[in-house]
């Protein structure tokens, strides 16, 4: 399984941004989807997941501003991302949720929120 993030972009703060991902295979109505972000020096991160069944779980950081969604017959899961701040700025990547086996991670799409 291949899966490409798109979206990403230079937004200022309070902006929004969408992005995709998109699998190249169904995996993610079959394991659900998380996003997740890596900035610079720091660890991966966990950011967002939707489970199958369609109910969506955030991290502290991101909630009340992002949105994940999911398009079962696109293969494809979104994050719309509002209210932007530099601390947003990082390499966003798409994979299964959080405990199940991940896939390779792809390239990942940069988000950099300026100030």
């Known amino acids: 399984v291949q899966l490409q993030a798109s979206g990403g972009g230079l937004v200022q703060a309070g902006g929004s941004l969408r992005l995709s991902c998109a699998a190249s295979?169904?995996?993610?109505?079959?394991?659900?989807a998380g996003w997740y972000r890596q900035a610079p020096g720091n660890q991966r991160e966990w950011v967002a997941l939707?489970?199958?069944?369609?109910?969506?779980n955030y991290a502290d950081s991101v909630k009340g501003r992002f949105t994940i969604s999911r398009d079962n017959a696109k293969n494809t899961v979104y994050l719309q991302m509002n209210s932007l701040k530099p601390e947003d700025t990082a390499v966003y990547y798409c994979?299964?949720?959080?405990?199940?086996?991940?896939?390779?991670w792809g390239k990942g799409t940069q988000v950099t929120v300026s100030s």
């Open positions: 295979g169904s995996i993610f109505g079959i394991n659900g």
């Open positions: 939707i489970t199958v069944a369609g109910g969506a």
């Open positions: 994979n299964t949720p959080p405990g199940w086996s991940h896939y390779v």
